[in-house]
Protein backbone atom coordinates (compact mmCIF):
# COMPACT_ATOMS: atom_id res chain seq x y z
CA UNK A 1 0.00 0.00 0.00
CA UNK A 2 2.92 2.41 0.77
CA UNK A 3 4.77 1.91 -2.32
CA UNK A 4 1.04 2.20 -4.37
CA UNK A 5 0.42 5.11 -2.39
CA UNK A 6 4.13 6.72 -2.99
CA UNK A 7 3.59 5.93 -6.75
CA UNK A 8 0.43 8.08 -6.93
CA UNK A 9 1.97 10.90 -5.58
CA UNK A 10 5.17 11.01 -7.62
CA UNK A 11 2.77 11.12 -10.82
CA UNK A 12 0.43 13.70 -9.44
CA UNK A 13 3.75 15.90 -8.43
CA UNK A 14 4.76 14.98 -11.70
CA UNK A 15 2.25 16.51 -13.46
CA UNK A 16 1.33 19.58 -11.08
CA UNK A 17 4.97 20.23 -12.61
CA UNK A 18 4.05 19.80 -15.73
CA UNK A 19 1.20 21.79 -16.32
CA UNK A 20 2.49 24.73 -14.69
CA UNK A 21 5.79 24.49 -17.05
CA UNK A 22 3.15 24.30 -19.92
CA UNK A 23 1.21 26.81 -18.64
CA UNK A 24 3.64 29.51 -17.78
CA UNK A 25 4.72 30.00 -21.85
CA UNK A 26 1.32 29.86 -23.68
CA UNK A 27 -1.27 32.58 -23.91
CA UNK A 28 -5.53 31.91 -23.54
CA UNK A 29 -5.83 31.93 -27.00
CA UNK A 30 -3.79 29.28 -27.58
CA UNK A 31 -6.10 26.83 -25.58
CA UNK A 32 -9.29 27.74 -28.01
CA UNK A 33 -9.54 24.07 -29.98
CA UNK A 34 -11.11 24.04 -33.27
CA UNK A 35 -14.02 21.77 -34.23
CA UNK A 36 -11.41 20.21 -36.55
CA UNK A 37 -8.16 21.01 -34.48
CA UNK A 38 -6.09 17.76 -33.58
CA UNK A 39 -3.41 19.57 -32.44
CA UNK A 40 -2.74 20.59 -29.22
CA UNK A 41 -0.40 23.77 -29.10
CA UNK A 42 0.10 23.53 -25.30
CA UNK A 43 2.25 20.42 -27.06
CA UNK A 44 4.09 21.87 -29.78
CA UNK A 45 6.18 18.71 -30.28
CA UNK A 46 3.27 16.77 -31.07
CA UNK A 47 2.63 17.34 -34.59
CA UNK A 48 5.92 16.01 -35.30
CA UNK A 49 5.46 12.91 -33.42
CA UNK A 50 2.34 12.31 -35.73
CA UNK A 51 -0.08 12.69 -32.02
CA UNK A 52 -2.67 15.25 -33.83
CA UNK A 53 -3.38 12.55 -36.44
CA UNK A 54 -3.82 9.73 -33.85
CA UNK A 55 -6.27 12.33 -32.25
CA UNK A 56 -8.68 12.03 -34.70
CA UNK A 57 -8.36 8.87 -35.64
CA UNK A 58 -9.05 8.27 -31.88
CA UNK A 59 -12.45 10.28 -32.64
CA UNK A 60 -13.44 8.37 -35.31
CA UNK A 61 -12.73 4.97 -33.55
CA UNK A 62 -15.20 6.38 -30.51
CA UNK A 63 -17.93 7.16 -33.16
CA UNK A 64 -20.75 9.73 -32.79
CA UNK A 65 -20.41 11.20 -29.51
CA UNK A 66 -23.27 14.06 -29.88
CA UNK A 67 -25.23 13.65 -26.31
CA UNK A 68 -22.92 10.15 -25.33
CA UNK A 69 -21.24 10.56 -21.65
CA UNK A 70 -18.07 10.29 -22.25
CA UNK A 71 -14.74 9.57 -19.55
CA UNK A 72 -11.51 11.37 -20.37
CA UNK A 73 -9.51 9.10 -18.45
CA UNK A 74 -6.02 11.06 -17.38
CA UNK A 75 -7.87 14.14 -18.94
CA UNK A 76 -4.40 16.39 -18.67
CA UNK A 77 -4.00 19.63 -20.51
CA UNK A 78 -7.72 19.49 -21.06
CA UNK A 79 -7.36 19.05 -24.57
CA UNK A 80 -9.26 16.17 -25.46
CA UNK A 81 -11.96 17.33 -23.08
CA UNK A 82 -12.64 20.12 -24.78
CA UNK A 83 -12.52 18.35 -28.17
CA UNK A 84 -14.77 16.16 -27.14
CA UNK A 85 -17.43 18.62 -25.73
CA UNK A 86 -17.24 20.61 -28.83
CA UNK A 87 -18.26 17.48 -30.67
CA UNK A 88 -21.36 17.48 -28.34
CA UNK A 89 -20.36 14.84 -25.94
CA UNK A 90 -20.70 15.24 -22.00
CA UNK A 91 -17.49 14.74 -20.70
CA UNK A 92 -16.38 13.63 -17.14
CA UNK A 93 -12.61 14.19 -16.80
CA UNK A 94 -10.60 12.58 -14.29
CA UNK A 95 -6.60 13.26 -13.18
CA UNK A 96 -4.91 12.39 -9.90
CA UNK A 97 -2.90 15.64 -10.75
CA UNK A 98 -5.12 18.55 -9.24
CA UNK A 99 -3.27 21.25 -11.34
CA UNK A 100 -4.62 19.43 -14.56
CA UNK A 101 -7.88 19.75 -13.62
CA UNK A 102 -7.56 23.45 -13.10
CA UNK A 103 -6.58 23.59 -16.60
CA UNK A 104 -8.94 21.68 -17.78
CA UNK A 105 -11.86 23.07 -16.57
CA UNK A 106 -10.22 26.57 -17.66
CA UNK A 107 -9.88 25.39 -20.87
CA UNK A 108 -13.60 24.34 -21.41
CA UNK A 109 -14.50 28.09 -20.17
CA UNK A 110 -12.26 29.23 -23.24
CA UNK A 111 -13.97 27.22 -25.16
CA UNK A 112 -17.66 27.91 -23.96
CA UNK A 113 -18.52 24.30 -23.19
CA UNK A 114 -18.28 24.54 -19.42
CA UNK A 115 -21.76 23.32 -19.56
CA UNK A 116 -20.94 19.34 -20.75
CA UNK A 117 -17.50 19.25 -18.68
CA UNK A 118 -17.11 18.47 -15.33
CA UNK A 119 -13.57 17.62 -13.26
CA UNK A 120 -13.05 15.04 -10.72
CA UNK A 121 -9.71 14.17 -8.65
CA UNK A 122 -9.46 10.14 -9.24
CA UNK A 123 -7.42 7.38 -9.90
CA UNK A 124 -8.26 5.70 -13.09
CA UNK A 125 -7.67 2.00 -11.35
CA UNK A 126 -10.36 3.21 -9.22
CA UNK A 127 -13.28 4.49 -11.35
CA UNK A 128 -15.72 5.78 -9.02
CA UNK A 129 -18.78 5.92 -10.91
CA UNK A 130 -21.87 3.55 -10.76
CA UNK A 131 -21.73 0.55 -13.25
CA UNK A 132 -22.25 0.89 -16.76
CA UNK A 133 -21.92 4.43 -16.86
CA UNK A 134 -20.41 5.65 -19.87
CA UNK A 135 -20.90 5.43 -23.40
CA UNK A 136 -17.16 5.77 -24.36
CA UNK A 137 -14.49 6.23 -22.42
CA UNK A 138 -10.59 8.31 -23.86
CA UNK A 139 -7.25 8.46 -22.82
CA UNK A 140 -4.20 9.60 -23.75
CA UNK A 141 -0.89 8.25 -22.30
CA UNK A 142 -2.72 6.98 -19.51
CA UNK A 143 -2.98 3.56 -19.23
CA UNK A 144 0.77 2.59 -19.09
CA UNK A 145 1.01 4.51 -15.75
CA UNK A 146 -1.70 1.88 -14.08
CA UNK A 147 -1.97 -0.99 -11.99
CA UNK A 148 -3.23 -2.54 -15.45
CA UNK A 149 -5.31 -5.36 -13.64
CA UNK A 150 -6.94 -2.74 -11.83
CA UNK A 151 -7.65 -0.03 -14.43
CA UNK A 152 -9.38 -3.36 -16.78
CA UNK A 153 -11.89 -4.32 -14.11
CA UNK A 154 -12.66 -0.31 -13.37
CA UNK A 155 -12.95 0.13 -16.97
CA UNK A 156 -14.99 -2.99 -18.20
CA UNK A 157 -17.34 -2.59 -15.10
CA UNK A 158 -18.36 1.84 -16.01
CA UNK A 159 -18.37 1.26 -19.90
CA UNK A 160 -22.36 0.05 -21.05
CA UNK A 161 -22.58 -2.83 -23.05
CA UNK A 162 -21.35 -2.18 -26.32
CA UNK A 163 -19.45 0.79 -25.60
CA UNK A 164 -15.88 1.35 -26.89
CA UNK A 165 -13.13 2.47 -24.84
CA UNK A 166 -10.11 4.04 -27.30
CA UNK A 167 -6.78 4.98 -25.62
CA UNK A 168 -3.32 6.00 -27.31
CA UNK A 169 -0.32 4.10 -25.85
CA UNK A 170 3.26 3.67 -26.02
CA UNK A 171 4.42 -0.11 -27.27
CA UNK A 172 7.24 -2.52 -25.75
CA UNK A 173 6.82 -4.48 -29.15
CA UNK A 174 9.85 -2.70 -30.85
CA UNK A 175 13.01 -4.48 -28.87
CA UNK A 176 15.24 -1.37 -30.63
CA UNK A 177 13.51 1.82 -29.28
CA UNK A 178 12.68 0.07 -25.62
CA UNK A 179 16.68 -1.25 -25.46
CA UNK A 180 16.98 2.67 -25.82
CA UNK A 181 14.59 3.72 -22.95
CA UNK A 182 16.01 0.98 -20.80
CA UNK A 183 19.66 1.90 -21.61
CA UNK A 184 20.36 4.98 -22.79
CA UNK A 185 18.03 7.28 -21.70
CA UNK A 186 19.26 8.93 -18.43
CA UNK A 187 22.75 8.69 -19.49
CA UNK A 188 25.28 10.14 -21.24
CA UNK A 189 23.47 13.55 -21.50
CA UNK A 190 20.13 12.44 -23.13
CA UNK A 191 17.60 12.99 -21.54
CA UNK A 192 14.73 10.77 -19.65
CA UNK A 193 11.16 12.06 -20.13
CA UNK A 194 8.33 10.82 -18.30
CA UNK A 195 8.00 8.81 -14.89
CA UNK A 196 9.77 6.45 -13.35
CA UNK A 197 6.96 4.01 -13.16
CA UNK A 198 5.63 3.97 -16.09
CA UNK A 199 6.15 1.09 -18.49
CA UNK A 200 5.32 0.44 -22.22
CA UNK A 201 2.38 -2.08 -22.90
CA UNK A 202 3.87 -5.12 -23.84
CA UNK A 203 2.29 -8.18 -25.98
CA UNK A 204 1.40 -9.51 -22.14
CA UNK A 205 -0.03 -6.74 -21.81
CA UNK A 206 -2.27 -6.23 -24.92
CA UNK A 207 -3.30 -10.34 -24.66
CA UNK A 208 -4.79 -10.11 -20.97
CA UNK A 209 -6.78 -7.16 -22.12
CA UNK A 210 -8.06 -9.23 -25.17
CA UNK A 211 -8.45 -11.82 -22.66
CA UNK A 212 -10.26 -9.60 -20.03
CA UNK A 213 -12.73 -8.20 -23.05
CA UNK A 214 -13.53 -11.52 -24.45
CA UNK A 215 -11.49 -10.91 -27.77
CA UNK A 216 -12.85 -7.26 -28.32
CA UNK A 217 -9.53 -5.31 -28.37
CA UNK A 218 -8.25 -4.05 -31.39
CA UNK A 219 -5.03 -2.07 -32.16
CA UNK A 220 -4.42 0.52 -34.50
CA UNK A 221 -1.28 2.18 -35.79
CA UNK A 222 -2.35 5.13 -37.32
CA UNK A 223 1.58 6.26 -37.65
CA UNK A 224 4.86 4.74 -37.28
CA UNK A 225 7.07 6.06 -35.25
CA UNK A 226 10.49 4.88 -34.73
CA UNK A 227 12.96 7.18 -36.80
CA UNK A 228 11.72 10.57 -35.16
CA UNK A 229 12.18 9.26 -31.75
CA UNK A 230 15.61 9.90 -32.02
CA UNK A 231 15.35 14.10 -32.83
CA UNK A 232 13.30 14.03 -29.45
CA UNK A 233 17.00 12.75 -27.51
CA UNK A 234 19.83 13.70 -29.68
CA UNK A 235 20.21 17.28 -30.16
CA UNK A 236 22.03 17.03 -33.60
CA UNK A 237 19.18 15.25 -35.09
CA UNK A 238 16.69 18.06 -33.85
CA UNK A 239 17.57 20.26 -36.94
CA UNK A 240 15.16 20.65 -39.79
CA UNK A 241 17.26 19.06 -42.48
CA UNK A 242 18.09 15.78 -39.84
CA UNK A 243 14.93 15.63 -38.33
CA UNK A 244 13.03 15.90 -41.82
CA UNK A 245 14.49 12.48 -43.34
CA UNK A 246 13.72 10.85 -39.85
CA UNK A 247 10.33 12.07 -40.20
CA UNK A 248 10.15 10.92 -43.95
CA UNK A 249 11.26 7.47 -43.59
CA UNK A 250 8.55 6.85 -40.38
CA UNK A 251 5.88 8.09 -43.07
CA UNK A 252 7.77 6.26 -45.63
CA UNK A 253 7.77 2.48 -44.47
CA UNK A 254 4.40 3.20 -42.71
CA UNK A 255 2.97 3.44 -46.73
CA UNK A 256 5.32 0.96 -48.18
CA UNK A 257 6.54 -1.78 -45.59
CA UNK A 258 2.74 -2.62 -43.88
CA UNK A 259 4.16 -5.34 -41.38
CA UNK A 260 6.38 -2.47 -39.19
CA UNK A 261 3.30 -0.97 -38.61
CA UNK A 262 2.96 -3.05 -34.88
CA UNK A 263 6.74 -1.78 -34.13
CA UNK A 264 5.54 1.90 -33.93
CA UNK A 265 6.08 3.09 -30.45
CA UNK A 266 2.38 5.13 -30.52
CA UNK A 267 -0.64 2.95 -30.86
CA UNK A 268 -4.05 2.74 -30.30
CA UNK A 269 -5.83 0.16 -28.19
CA UNK A 270 -9.64 -0.20 -29.21
CA UNK A 271 -11.72 -1.80 -26.45
CA UNK A 272 -15.09 -2.67 -26.47
CA UNK A 273 -17.50 -4.08 -23.71
Known sequence: MKDEQEKIEH???????????????IKDEDLIVGPGDFHDKMRPHHPYFGVDRINEECIDLLGDIKGKRILDCGCGLGFMTALLAKKGAHVTAIDISPG????????????????????LLMNAEELNFEESSFDGVFGSFVLHHTDLPKARQSLKRVLKPGARAVF?????????????????????????????????????DINDFKVFFNGKCESHFPIFLFFRMAAGYLDFLSGPIPSGILSWL??????VVKSLRK????????LEN
Not at 12 to 24: H, P, R, T, Y
Not at 100 to 119: F, G
Not at 191 to 201: F, S, W
Open 263 to 270: YSYYKIIV
Open 100 to 119: SLEATMHRAKLNNVEDRVET
Open 168 to 204: IETSAKNPVLIWARDTLTGKMGIPKYGTMTEQPLSAK
Open 250 to 255: DRKLWK
Open 11 to 25: EKEFWDDDVCVSLST
